[in-house]
């Protein structure tokens, strides 16, 4: 894949990431400082000293890094020109310039001319707990469209839409042929590095 760059320029037409996932996310979250108040209490009234504050300190980070790396940066940005996928520790750049297909299999997925699939961590596929009927009515299928919410198949349908304004405004015609608009895939640092400090505090407790 060519590494050039690929800025969006476009309008954002949304940003997506599930429901269940921010809950979880904030619960985390909640834990985490919940659990950082009672360890800087517990510090107050003298009960944590020194090598015992290093259970609570790498749980607290934990919490809060994993809900964070996990659940609450994971996205979908879709703009007029391209999607942004920020996965757990990786960030694709899809120009719609490139893409060939869109698909809800698993997730959402792009599929580019060059053969790649690049799915989106925060926008997997609607896991139905009753299994639906072989024949709905028009009424029924309707509201069901209608209230797909951020699931993978809600957001393709975005992606579609946003993608077939861009060929019919002729957007693919302003690549210049020479790779301008390619796929730019790059590791995210923040939560590489959030990861990392929570594993390293855990290694830490253990080892003390």
């Known amino acids: ?27 985390l ?11 800087v209490v ?9 090598a015992g504050l290093a259970w609570p300190l790498a749980l607290v980070v934990g919490l809060g ?3 964070w790396a996990l659940f609450l940066r994971p996205h979908v940005r879709v703009y007029d020109d ?26 959402l997925e792009l599929h580019d001319r060059e053969g790649h699939r690049h799915s989106a961590w925060a926008v997997p596929v609607r896991r139905d707990r009753v299994r639906r009927r072989s024949l709905d009515d028009f009424a029924e ?4 469209r209608g209230s797909a919410g951020v699931t993978a198949q809600g957001v393709a349908d975005v992606v579609l839409r946003t993608l077939q304004r861009f060929r019919l405004d002729g957007g693919e015609l302003r690549d210049d042929g020479a790779g301008t608009a390619a796929v730019v895939q790059r590791v995210a ?3 590489v590095t959030a990861l990392g400090l929570a594993l390293a505090l855990g290694v830490v407790a253990l080892l003390g």
């Open 29 to 39: 979250v909640a834990g985490a400082a919940l659990l950082a108040t009672l360890t």
């Open 141 to 144: 299928t309707t509201r069901r």
């Open 189 to 191: 640092w923040s939560a």
């Open 82 to 107: 391209g999607v942004v996928l920020a996965n757990v520790v990786t960030d694709s750049v899809v120009p719609l310039a490139v893409v060939e297909e869109v698909t809800h299999q698993w997730a």
């Open 1 to 27: 894949m060519k590494p050039a760059p690929s800025p969006l320029s476009g309008d954002l037409v949304g940003v997506y990431r599930t429901l269940p996932a921010r809950i979880i996310g904030w619960v």
């Open 65 to 67: 890094s994993g809900a």
């Open 42 to 50: 517990d510090v107050v009234a003298g009960r944590h000293v020194g």
